[in-house]
C-alpha cells in the first residue's frame, strides 16, 4: 500500500501551526500539505489549559496573527477568545480540513537519496500506527510536555486530606466557593490563579519560594480603542502591533543595559499599588535581574488588588512538609488549605518527544546547533518553532513560517530539493532558550545549542529578526543538493490535503 505523501507536513494544530498551514497557503498555494495533530481540538495550549483565569501572558496584537486582526476589546485576554481565534483562523482559512487529528508524530527519517521524510504517527483513538512521507517537515509543537507538568518532590503530601491539582489537568468538577486555597509557585500560572480563585474562595495563598517580578498592565489598549474608531481593521491592528513590538524591545534592552533602574521602576510600581508598610521586598522583588525570567503580566493589577482586598497573600517561605489540614513552612507557620495547587512549573520537551533519524543515524538534539532559531545542523528539510522569551510567540512563529515559504520558492526557482544547515566551526555554543527559568534549566542538556552570532544565533529582537528572515540571505550556512534516486515507490496525496 503507497504511503500518503504531501510537499509540506506540519505538527501540531496550535497557534503556531495554524499560522504556519495559513502562511503555506497564502505564499506556496501549488503546496500540498496535512497537519497532524496528537490531541482532538485545534487550539493546542489554549485548548490544553483550562485553569481559573487562564490568560494570555502577552497583549494579543503581538500574539495574534500577522495576517488576522484581533478585535476583541481585550489586549490581554482570556484563553477561550483565544482559542476561539484560533479556531476561527483555521475555519477562515480553511486549515480544518488538512488536520489529522489524535495523530501524535513519533518518528520522522529522513532519506537522502530519495529525499524524503517518512513520518510515523500514532493514532490515539485506533492504537495503529499511520505512516506519512513529505518532501519537507514542519514541526509546531511547542517545548513542553502536554500529558504531564512538573511536580516537585512534596515532604509529606501522602499525608494531607485535601484536593491536590496540577494547573495543567484542572479538574472539571472542582469547587473552590468558600474554600482555603493554597497556590505554590510564583510564576505566570501563579500570578493568574490568584486573583481568580479569590474571587469566590474564602481565601487563597500564593506560597512561593523566592519571589518573581510582576508588571501591571491595562487590559485593554487606549491606543488600539481610538484607532479602531477611526481606521479599517487592519490598519490599526498594524499600527498597535508595531507600538508594543517597540517598546517591548525597549523594555527588554533597557532591562539588559540597566538592570538596576528596571528593578527600581518594578519596585515603585508594586509599592504603588500595595497597602502601606507592605513587604515588597520580600514578596516582589526578586534575586535575578529582570528578564533572566519572563516578567510576570497581570492585567490592571489584579493581583495586587487581591492582596490589598485581603482575599489573597503572598508567602515567601520553603514547604517543610503537608500535614494533613494543609502545609507547614520552614519557620513553623502552617497554612491551612482545602485545596493545593502545584503552579510549579512545565516539563519540556522538544519536537512533542518525536524521534529524527537521518540516513540511519538517530539525531542527538543536544548536539545540534540551531540556524536562525528554525532549523537544525546537519538535519535537511525540517523547521521547528520555538517563539521568543522576551516578546510574544506568535511574533517568531510567523517570521519562521514566512522564512520557511521563501525557502521552499527558493528549492523550486534553483531546482533544488534538500537544502542542510551545516554546523559553525566553533565551541563557543549556549542553549537555545536563553532564560534561567527552573523548567528551562531542568532540561537544558536535552536541547539544541545555538552559536556566537548570525545565522546561528536566536536574537530576542523582532525587528532585527524581522530584516534577517524576510529579506536576509537564503543560501548563508547552508548546503543545498537534489535526490540521488527515485521514490522507492508510488506515493498517493493525503485526502483532503491538496493545495489549498
Known sequence: MAADHVDVLIVGAGLSGVGAAVHLRQNCPDKTYAVLEARDAIGGTWDLFRYPGIRSDSDM?????????????????????????????????????????????????????????????????????????????????????????YTPVLPGV???????????????????????????????????????????????TMLQR????????????????????????????AVVRWKNVALGVANFQLSRRAPGLVKKFLRRAAKGSLPVGYDIDRHFSPRYNPWDQRLCVIPDGDLFAAVSAGRAAVV???????????????????????????????????????????????VDLARTVAYKGMMLSGVPNFAMTIGYTNASWTLKADLVATYVCRLLRHLDATGQQIVTPLAPDTDDLEPIIDLQS???????????????????????????????????????????????????????????????
Not at 210 to 237: C, E, F, G, N, Q
Not at 323 to 347: C, H, K, W, Y
Open 316 to 362: 515567601t517561605d520553603t514547604i517543610d512538609t503537608f500535614t494533613e489540614q494543609g502545609v507547614r513552612l520552614a519557620s513553623g507557620e502552617e497554612l491551612p488549605a482545602d485545596i493545593v495547587v502545584t503552579a510549579t512549573g512545565l516539563n519540556l520537551l522538544a519536537l512533542g518527544g518525536m524521534t529524527l533519524v537521518v540516513d540511519g543515524a538517530e
Open 438 to 500: 527552573g523548567y528551562v534549566l531542568r532540561a537544558v542538556d536535552q536541547l539544541p545549542k545555538q552559536g556566537p552570532r548570525a545565522p546561528w544565533r536566536l536574537h530576542q529582537n523582532y525587528p532585527r529578526d524581522v530584516r534577517l528572515m524576510r529579506r536576509g540571505p537564503l543560501t548563508d550556512g547552508v548546503r543545498f543538493s537534489r535526490a540521488t534516486a527515485p521514490a522507492t515507490e508510488p506515493t498517493a496525496p493525503v485526502a483532503g490535503a491538496g493545495a489549498p
Open 210 to 237: 523566592s519571589p518573581t517580578y510582576v508588571i501591571s498592565l491595562p487590559s485593554r489598549d487606549k491606543l488600539a480603542d481610538a484607532l479602531r474608531r477611526r481606521l479599517p481593521a487592519k490598519a490599526a491592528y
Open 158 to 204: 501522602d499525608r494531607y486530606a485535601g484536593r491536590l491539582v496540577h494547573p495543567q489537568h484542572w479538574p472539571a468538577d472542582l469547587d473552590w466557593a468558600g474554600k482555603r486555597v493554597v497556590v505554590i509557585g510564583s510564576g505566570a500560572t501563579a500570578v493568574t490563579l490568584v486573583p481568580a480563585m479569590a474571587e469566590q474562595a474564602a481565601h487563597v
Open 61 to 149: 496584537y503581538t500574539l495574534g496573527y500577522s495576517f488576522k486582526p484581533w478585535t476583541n476589546p481585550k489586549a490581554i485576554a482570556d484563553g477561550d477568545a483565544i482559542r476561539a481565534y484560533v479556531r476561527e483562523t483555521a475555519r477562515e482559512y480553511d486549515v480544518q480540513r488538512h488536520i489529522r487529528f489524535r495523530h501524535r508524530a513519533v518518528r520522522a527519517e529522513w532519506d537522502s537519496a530519495t529525499a524524503r521524510w517518512t513520518v510515523t504517527a500514532y493514532r490515539e483513538d485506533t492504537g495503529e500506527d499511520v505512516v506519512l512521507t513529505c518532501a519537507f517537515l514542519f514541526t509546531n509543537s511547542g517545548y513542553y510536555r502536554y500529558d504531564e507538568g
